[in-house]
């Protein structure tokens, strides 16, 4: 028996407006905008704006901030998404196997800075790097390292940033991990053990081919979360020094919001989902690959 | 678990670890709280003091005084209840129709939705931000809301859930001639609530600390949120430190509070996400 047509508008309706107004219409728009000189005076009068066909993507090509900004944001996946999945999957096998007594509390605390706010978090971590009065080069000068000055160094903006995100990133991977470790049964380890496999040969063999769909989905997650980067540079280091802070997203809210170039930021959206499609893409198509 | 006995010496290995990595994630937390007590001497010092001497309430009380963080701190309640609330309606009420509903061209209609999904909120900044404009729903708690209440994943959340519901039930309702109203409160609502609250908790979550959106829709002083707020006072107050940790102090401990009381729906919802794979 079908649905009466009143009940389908009364419950998908409002859901599906709203989605319409705010998601599909703007992707349509963003595609429409970025093929235009869309600026500060078509804001209040769109017909003010030309269509100038693939201009801005040509002028992206050589605009030598984007370049630094696709440069900085490749180089915080590359090395945040590994290093967020090892820790994460460290504490998950480290609290599966031993911790029995804290288990929860530490469970907890890894948790924690993954819901608190990145805006507010980012200030404490910009009193923790202080060169002078900040926690870490106080920590580091007990044993006898000298402190840097980490959010003014163009050498150590992005890896104090990359820490941020890395400390805000493991709790919830971790508890995918520790599921997925919960669900893999004891008799396989045991006859590994039986055959005389060691511990390494034990997590090569068993447990990582165990957590595969754990891994391809954290992975996938992360690669679209970690080039969507944004607030922590906005917030440590505004895109600084000398750029070399600056991510995809950063230099698009700079482009649209401060100085107005809609059409030209709608184009680095458009660019920036594109790789994100991309990557996505050949993660599955790995994935299907791998099976 | 494993049965066998796991030797002393590697507990104790695992212990250190992890009580490391517990001291990694936890200082921050106790710094920020620590300085937003200190009077200005005993923030600037060498080496810096775990604990204030001389613990003082200066600091919060400017920040509500001098900098009016009451304003953003309502805001931010007021925005974050109203688009949980719509948001878990809005997704509960499309959920039951894509898993229960009969009508042709639904499956398409809900991979639209999921398709949605794909897309980074990044590439409808701008054109939503024209909408609002146009709308003159810029600096408004509608602007603030509504943008984000429709939320493809809430839907496919409270589907999966309700599809688990046995049809018998809804059908037996419908011989006694109850219509889908109805059967929507009495019957899928009242089954829902696990996922309901899981969906509830990540949305506040989600809504509290949300940034952005709110950065480029409130510019007006009056209709900052919390996010926003900390933003500015940290550029226009660069040197109070003890001003800023309080600040964030403010924006942080309210949802490590609902994190305490609903830690089992974040930790089921988040399995739960995992499972679409």
């Given at each position: 028996m079908k649905t009466r047509l009143s009940a389908i508008l009364i419950f998908l309706g409002p859901a599906l407006f709203i989605m319409t107004v705010f998601i599909i219409i703007p992707i349509a728009l963003s595609l429409l905008i970025s093929v235009t000189d869309f600026n500060v005076y078509a804001i209040f009068d769109w017909r003010n704006a030309k269509f100038i066909g693939f201009q801005n993507f040509i002028n992206l090509f050589s605009d030598e901030i984007f370049w630094k900004a696709l440069f900085n944001t490749f180089y915080a996946l590359v090395v945040a998404m590994p290093l967020t999945i090892i820790f994460s999957l460290l504490f998950a096998l480290l609290l599966n196997r031993?911790?029995?007594?804290l288990k929860s509390f530490f469970r907890l605390s890894l948790y924690l800075p993954s819901i608190t706010n990145t805006v507010a978090i980012a200030v404490v971590w910009a009193w923790l790097l202080n060169p002078r009065y900040g926690l870490l080069n106080w920590f580091l000068g007990l044993f006898g390292i000298a402190g840097q000055n980490w959010l003014s160094d163009p050498k150590w903006a992005m890896p104090s940033i990359i820490a941020l995100v890395v400390w805000k990133a493991i709790g919830p991977n971790m508890l995918l991990f520790l599921a997925g470790l919960q669900n893999i049964p004891d008799f396989l380890y045991e006859a590994a053990e039986l055959d005389g496999a060691n511990r390494w040969k034990q997590f090569l063999h068993i447990t990582v081919p165990s957590l595969r769909p754990q891994l391809l989905f954290v992975s996938v997650m992360l690669v679209i979360g970690y080039l969507q980067l944004f607030e922590e540079p906005y917030m440590l280091t505004k895109g600084g020094?000398?750029?070399?802070?600056?991510?995809i997203v950063l230099y698009l809210y700079r482009q649209g919001f401060?100085?107005?170039n809609f059409g030209y930021a709608s184009a680095v959206a458009v660019v920036l989902f594109g790789i994100i499609l991309a990557l996505t893409a050949i993660q599955m198509r790995l994935r299907k690959y791998q099976e | 678990m494993r049965k066998k006995k796991i030797p002393f010496i590697e507990q104790l290995g695992v212990h250190i670890i992890l009580f490391a990595a517990f001291l990694i994630m936890a200082i921050p937390f106790f710094w920020m709280v620590s300085t937003s007590f200190k009077n200005p001497d005993e923030i600037?010092?060498?080496?810096?003091?775990?604990?204030?001497?001389?613990?003082?309430f200066d600091n919060y009380i400017e920040l509500f005084k001098?900098?009016?963080f009451g304003r953003p701190l309502l805001n931010t309640i007021i925005v974050a209840v109203t688009s949980t609330f719509l948001s878990v309606m809005l997704s509960a009420m499309a959920g039951y129709g894509f898993a229960k509903f009969r009508f042709r061209g639904k499956e398409k209609l809900f991979l639209l939705v999921l398709a949605?999904?794909?897309?980074?909120g990044q590439m409808t900044l701008i054109p939503v931000y024209l909408i609002l404009n146009s709308l003159n729903l810029l600096n408004t708690y509608a602007g603030l809301i509504l943008p984000g209440v429709a939320s493809a994943f809430g839907i496919f959340f409270m589907r999966q859930f309700i599809t688990s519901i046995p049809d018998e039930l809804i059908d037996a309702a419908k011989m006694d001639g109850a219509r889908e109203f109805f059967i929507f409160l009495k019957i899928i609502l009242p089954l829902s609530k696990p996922a309901l609250a899981t969906l509830t908790i990540f949305n506040f979550v989600g809504a509290w600390n949300s940034f952005l959106w709110p950065l480029i829709v409130a510019t007006d002083e009056k209709m900052y949120t919390l996010p926003v707020a900390i933003s500015v006072v940290q550029g226009q107050y660069g040197e109070k430190i003890a001003l800023q940790m309080s600040g964030s102090f403010i924006v942080i401990i309210p949802i490590i509070i609902v994190f305490f009381f609903a830690q089992k729906y974040i930790i089921k919802g988040l399995s739960m996400s995992g499972m679409k794979f």
């Open positions: 031993g911790a029995t007594y020094p000398l750029n070399s802070t600056m991510s401060y100085q107005f | 600037y010092i060498f080496p810096p003091r775990w604990v204030p001497h001389r613990p003082t001098t900098v009016d949605t999904l794909m897309v980074p």
